[in-house]
């Protein structure tokens, strides 16, 4: 996790470091399509591959929150700002959609969002919506991100 790493613009991720179980994938190629969530990697150059770790697959699928580095990620001062928390496949993200997402009060258990591929079920009371910035000013930052418009 680099330290100066900024916040994804979709999920509110500031983690740059691919799963260790990602699907191998160029990420200086533009064009590509994650398997995985969806992201094109034409916006992903700056992720990188997560360094070798020893994963037992017998016993569970590996997930993010059980890294111990990203356990303390969200307890760091501008996580806690934001929001986070650790998703099981993309790490440190904010519990806030973006101000554009799609209203999901009518979304159904088993819906699947359009841009993540992420499942209403496993997000269900997890995320919440954007505060109003209709009507802000061009620079104004986000009081989520804490980024200049």
Same mark, same amino acid.
């Given at each position: 996790? !680099?330290?100066?790493?900024? !916040?994804? =613009?979709?999920v509110g991720t500031t983690n740059d470091v691919l799963p260790p179980n990602h699907p191998e994938v160029d990420l200086t190629k533009d064009g590509q399509t994650c398997p995985?969530? $969806?992201?094109?990697?034409?916006?992903h150059h +700056? @992720? &990188?591959? &997560?360094p070798s770790v020893a994963i037992d697959n017998s016993l569970s699928p590996p *997930?993010?929150? #059980?890294?111990?580095? @990203?356990? +303390? *990620?969200?307890? #760091?001062?501008?996580?806690? !700002?934001?929001?986070? #928390?650790?998703? =099981?496949?993309? $790490? =440190?993200?904010t519990t *806030?959609?973006? =101000?554009? &997402?799609?209203?999901? !009060?009518?979304?159904k258990e088993g819906?699947?969002?359009?841009?993540?591929?992420?499942? *209403? $079920? &496993?997000?269900?009371?997890?995320?919440?919506?954007?505060p109003s910035v209709h009507g802000a000013d061009k620079g104004a930052v986000c009081p989520v991100a804490g980024v200049s418009a």
């Open positions: 996790m !680099a330290a100066t790493a900024s !916040a994804c =613009p979709v995985v969530v $969806g992201a094109k990697t034409d916006h +700056n @992720l &990188h591959k &997560h *997930v993010a929150t #059980e890294c111990p580095v @990203l356990k +303390n *990620v969200v307890n #760091e001062p501008k996580s806690k !700002a934001m929001d986070d #928390e650790v998703c =099981p496949v993309i $790490g =440190p993200a *806030v959609l973006p =101000p554009d &997402h799609p209203d999901t !009060a009518a979304a819906d699947v969002c359009p841009v993540t591929k992420a499942t *209403v $079920g &496993h997000h269900k009371n997890k995320v919440h919506s954007h």
